[in-house]
């Protein structure tokens, strides 16, 4: 239904959606016994050592404002870890922002980059956050459907065939959200010529590079000529499982991280002191617990897969994150009605793959970031309805 526009309202926030993926979290919120495998989170606590080290910094007497940038044992922590993980290197002086959360660092690149009538390429499926976050910025998002036929694998000529001379960016999450598809350098090198062809910039969301399967995972901006031109949103919420902590970070050319920053500090001023110091521990000392988690994402990753198209729901395996995107065409039932139905008649959550776009329709996003036996019995319900319908 409609709502009516409030005079204290602007046009463009009135137009804009609400979020799919909430409709689907609030529904379930009052239901009994129900498996969420909706939410884009780890199911793992934050490790004690990172905990610790945030618990000191109060003790210690930490809780001032930060420099906008973000503490500089940080930054040189993100920029040493950044060297040594993917192999770019950043200043941390100039080149690298501490970020309230890898989406607050997508909106300021989004704010600082375009003027009005911008075009972004999004690529889709896609998290649901992109397309207004360019909106809102004054742009316009031209979306680029990735095909179910390549495992949602976006081809280069797709992105050059939507290439206009308003084009200022192309955005691209890898490992992506939600179909856990993950580009190699190959792939991403047949991009990055796109980019460099008509002078484009790419907004790289590596939030998910952490959680990577069966291939060791390129950043972008690694990609021969693509440092300086492209922005690198990352951050410590999938991989370190510190979603609550919101904390974030970007890394890009020093002329544009200069001006991004301008925008931080008047919309932000800086992020939480004690999530700071948390994040230095869990660069420092976190990789172990990283690996461990991407063991059990793995042998999850597996089971849910194989499961899915044991019961005729046909699942590509995604090389990233933690999300299996199955399709449900053959049930007859919308994306919608399948999440629906699924929820009320047995008691599984999942997201609709239409809210990530029109290619994402006819699927269904399921998080595996829970234990093996709440999949194991959301495995037997899904079955079950399967089977019934």
């Not at 036929?149 to 000529?157: C, S």
């Not at 031109?229 to 999938?238: A, D, P, Q, Y």
Request: aromatic residues 8%; charged residues 20%.
């Amino acid at each position: 239904m409609e709502s009516t526009k409030s005079k204290y309202v602007s046009t463009l926030v009135h137009e804009l959606k609400p979020s799919g993926i909430r409709r689907f979290f609030d529904m379930a919120a009052g239901m009994e016994g129900v498996i969420s495998l909706g939410v884009g989170e780890p199911d793992f606590v934050t490790p004690w050592h990172i905990r610790e080290a945030a618990i000191a910094s109060l003790e210690e007497g930490y809780t001032s404002y930060t420099p906008n940038a973000g503490i500089m044992e940080l930054r040189k922590e993100i920029s040493y870890y950044m060297n040594n993980q993917f192999g770019v290197a950043y200043d941390p002086a100039q080149e690298i922002i501490v970020t309230v959360g890898a989406s607050s660092a997508i909106d300021i690149a989004m704010r600082t980059i375009l003027d009005p009538g911008d075009e972004v390429i999004v690529v889709e499926p896609c998290f649901v956050s992109y397309i207004p976050m360019v909106e809102l910025a004054g742009g316009v998002a031209v979306q680029v459907q990735a095909e179910k036929e390549n495992d949602f694998k976006v081809l280069p000529d797709q992105i050059e065939a939507v290439v206009t001379e308003k084009t200022k960016a192309i955005m691209l999450c890898s490992p992506n959200n939600p179909t856990g598809t993950m580009l190699n350098k190959s792939e991403l090198e047949g991009i990055a010529h796109i980019a460099k062809k008509y002078d484009l910039l790419i907004v790289a969301d590596e939030i998910y590079a952490e959680l990577s399967y069966d291939e060791e995972y390129t950043s972008m901006a690694a990609i021969e000529g693509m440092r300086e031109r492209t922005i690198l949103v990352n951050g410590f919420s999938k991989g370190f499982a510190m979603t609550g902590w919101r904390l974030g970070y970007v890394c890009s050319p020093a002329e544009i991280s200069s001006a991004m920053l301008k925008v931080h500090q008047y919309g932000l001023m800086c992020a939480s002191t004690m999530s700071q110091y948390a994040a230095v521990e869990a660069l420092k000392n976190g990789r172990p617990d990283v690996e461990e988690m991407v063991k059990s994402y793995r042998r999850r990753r597996n089971y849910i897969v194989q499961s899915f198209n044991e019961m005729g729901l046909d699942c590509h395996i995604p090389g990233g994150a933690f999300y299996a995107f199955p399709s449900i065409q053959s049930t007859g039932l919308t994306s919608q009605e399948f999440a629906e139905q699924l929820l009320m008649k047995e008691g599984v959550a999942v997201v609709p793959g239409d809210v990530f776009g029109e290619s994402g329709e006819g699927h269904i996003r399921c998080s595996y970031a829970t234990s093996l036996e709440q999949l194991q019995e959301a495995v037997k319900r899904i079955k079950r309805f399967i089977d019934h319908l």
